[in-house]
């Protein structure tokens, strides 16, 4: 049986009765960890609240590093944070557990078992007691109810995930040049479904890998004629989502590097070694990565009556209260944020901008909570977009309308801006030094090592 830990084991009340004010913040994404740890510094250190982070895994990666990870640029465990650590080093609780459901009218979460990968619970079922609740889940790849996704295709949605993408992907190299008989038809071609931000730097960065990943000796391979990427796109366009002029920039360039872009492809079924579209024609496919669209996680779609859209996100005021509960609040993709100024019925794109900005105005609603004072509603200011195509170049435009028009970005300049986004989230985390310190021991581990994870 659940037991509310954080009240009735020795724990913090509320400060009716003058004692500490209970945060509790689920989820330790880009904007969850950011908070927590703004708020650790802040209040808890100084006594001022009890700030607790709760997260289903051990270890933070920033998202928008998968597609890195899966292409096998990136090493895992160099830009990880370790919650447990972090922490520790800024005056928060961590606890381990994934929430389950939401008891509002006690005000606990309840947070499921957590059993490891040897399938041992180490913790049991829990619940814990909140004065204010931050809800910072993120979202996960969308189906759309298209059969064999779950069976078939690659989701790049957690580190974990994405690494064993990788591993899939440097076998099938390894097995096509131990083989002694010709490649079969569709073998060693990946297909990429969604164009959107992750598709298109997907396909850029696996351009790149594989042919690296080649030059190790796999030399029966000819990249030029038995690697193909395939990227497919239900829309007109890829980025669909983006600025028109942006996503033709992106698709000059998948161009030149050889990626087949096939828009108003839609998808009727992932198969197990191909795809097959709406009009009837299979794709035959390897690998099959689905990267189409996006939802907040099923648990929210009925959390103890808070409203939710039909994307399972969380529908939030201005102030990021939940309408149903002024106690709870939710930033970051898993919430349905009205857009200040952009028209009626339009809602902040999931961006990790958005999700930074939300965490940095929540550190100020909390502190105007403890203070008994109105909240602030929050204003979404739109610093453009960016798309990485790996080493090859960087699209973009920045500012949006925070001056009323854009300035077109690409090439060199461009990703830099694109470096120093992932760069103001580790300041955000640890702070000048140790991301001067850390950067200069990446650069220095990156000559040491193969320019491709080989495992």
Same mark, same amino acid.
Request: hydrophobic share 40%.
């Given at each position: %049986? %659940?037991?509310?830990?954080?009240?009735?084991?020795?724990?913090?009340?509320?400060?009716?009765? $003058?004692?500490?004010?209970?945060?509790?913040?689920?989820?330790?994404?880009?904007?969850?960890?950011?908070?927590?740890?703004?708020?650790?510094?802040?209040?808890?250190?100084?006594?001022?609240?009890?700030?607790?982070?709760?997260?289903?895994?051990?270890?933070?990666?920033?998202?928008?590093?998968?597609?890195?990870?899966?292409?096998?640029?990136? @090493?895992?465990?160099?830009?990880?944070?370790?919650?447990?650590?972090?922490?520790?080093?800024?005056?928060?609780?961590?606890?381990?557990?994934?929430?389950?459901?939401?008891?509002?009218?006690?005000?606990?979460?309840?947070?499921?078992?957590?059993?490891?990968? @040897?399938? @041992?619970?180490?913790?049991?079922?829990?619940?814990?007691?909140?004065?204010?609740?931050?809800?910072?889940?993120?979202?996960?790849?969308?189906?759309?109810?298209?059969?064999?996704?779950?069976?078939?295709?690659?989701?790049?949605?957690?580190?974990?995930?994405?690494?064993?993408?990788?591993?899939?992907?440097?076998?099938?190299?390894?097995? *096509?040049?131990?083989?002694?008989?010709?490649?079969?038809?569709?073998?060693?071609?990946?297909?990429?479904? $969604?164009?959107?931000?992750?598709?298109?730097?997907?396909?850029?960065?696996?351009?790149?890998?594989?042919?690296?990943?080649?030059?190790?000796?796999?030399?029966?391979?000819?990249?030029?004629?038995?690697?193909?990427?395939?990227?497919?796109? *239900?829309?007109?366009?890829?980025?669909?989502?983006?600025?028109?002029?942006?996503?033709?920039?992106?698709?000059?360039?998948?161009?030149?590097?050889?990626?087949?872009?096939?828009?108003?492809?839609?998808?009727?079924?992932?198969?197990?070694?191909?795809?097959?579209?709406?009009?009837?024609?299979?794709?035959?496919?390897?690998?099959?990565?689905?990267?189409?669209?996006?939802?907040?996680?099923?648990?929210?779609?009925?959390?103890?009556?808070?409203?939710?859209?039909?994307?399972?996100?969380?529908?939030?005021?201005?102030?990021?209260?939940?309408?149903?509960?002024?106690?709870?609040?939710?930033?970051?993709?898993?919430?349905?944020?009205?857009?200040?100024?952009?028209?009626?019925?339009?809602?902040?794109?999931?961006?990790?901008? *958005?999700?930074?900005?939300?965490?940095?105005?929540?550190?100020?609603?909390?502190?105007?909570?403890?203070?008994?004072?109105?909240?602030?509603?929050?204003?979404?200011? @739109?610093?453009?977009?960016?798309?990485?195509?790996?080493?090859?170049?960087?699209? $973009?435009?920045? %500012?949006?309308?925070?001056?009323?028009?854009?300035?077109?970005?690409?090439?060199?300049? *461009?990703?830099?801006?694109?470096?120093?986004?992932?760069?103001?989230?580790?300041?955000?985390?640890?702070?000048?030094?140790?991301?001067?310190?850390?950067?200069?021991?990446? %650069?220095?581990?990156?000559?040491?090592?193969?320019?491709?994870?080989?495992?």
């Amino acid at each position: %049986m %659940m037991t509310p830990d954080s009240r009735a084991q020795g724990s913090v009340p509320v400060n009716e009765s $003058g004692r500490l004010h209970e945060v509790l913040v689920v989820g330790g994404g880009a904007g969850g960890l950011e908070l927590v740890t703004r708020l650790g510094d802040r209040l808890g250190r100084r006594r001022r609240a009890r700030v607790t982070l709760i997260e289903k895994t051990r270890a933070h990666f920033w998202k928008p590093h998968l597609h890195e990870i899966a292409a096998g640029s990136m @090493d895992l465990g160099s830009y990880e944070t370790n919650y447990l650590a972090q922490s520790y080093w800024h005056g928060f609780r961590y606890l381990i557990g994934e929430m389950t459901g939401l008891d509002r009218a006690r005000r606990l979460v309840q947070v499921a078992p957590f059993v490891d990968e @040897d399938g @041992d619970q180490v913790t049991p079922a829990r619940a814990f007691g909140y004065d204010t609740l931050v809800i910072a889940v993120g979202s996960l790849t969308h189906d759309f109810g298209v059969p064999g996704v779950a069976q078939n295709a690659f989701r790049i949605d957690t580190p974990s995930e994405a690494e064993r993408f990788h591993r899939r992907l440097v076998n099938a190299f390894i097995r *096509a040049h131990a083989q002694r008989t010709a490649l079969r038809p569709g073998q060693l071609q990946v297909a990429l479904i $969604g164009a959107g931000a992750t598709g298109v730097e997907l396909a850029a960065e696996l351009h790149r890998t594989t042919r690296t990943l080649v030059s190790y000796g796999l030399d029966r391979i000819d990249p030029d004629k038995d690697i193909r990427l395939i990227l497919l796109e *239900a829309s007109p366009r890829i980025l669909p989502a983006l600025p028109e002029r942006l996503a033709k920039g992106a698709m000059r360039l998948l161009e030149q590097l050889g990626v087949r872009v096939r828009t108003s492809s839609r998808v009727q079924e992932v198969l197990p070694d191909g795809v097959r579209l709406a009009s009837g024609e299979i794709v035959p496919a390897e690998l099959v990565v689905w990267a189409a669209g996006i939802k907040a996680p099923e648990f929210l779609r009925d959390l103890d009556g808070l409203e939710a859209n039909a994307l399972n996100q969380l529908v939030v005021t201005a102030t990021l209260q939940t309408t149903r509960d002024a106690h709870v609040f939710a930033i970051g993709d898993c919430a349905a944020c009205p857009w200040i100024g952009a028209g009626p019925g339009q809602l902040v794109p999931p961006r990790a901008q *958005a999700a930074h900005q939300q965490a940095s105005h929540m550190v100020g609603q909390i502190d105007r909570i403890l203070q008994g004072r109105p909240l602030r509603p929050w204003r979404y200011r @739109d610093f453009g977009s960016l798309v990485s195509l790996g080493e090859y170049s960087t699209v $973009g435009n920045l %500012m949006g309308g925070l001056i009323g028009g854009n300035i077109w970005i690409e090439g060199y300049f *461009a990703r830099m801006m694109y470096v120093s986004l992932y760069k103001l989230h580790e300041l955000a985390l640890h702070g000048a030094w140790k991301v001067a310190l850390d950067t200069l021991a990446r %650069m220095i581990t990156r000559r040491t090592e193969p320019r491709v994870k080989l495992h």
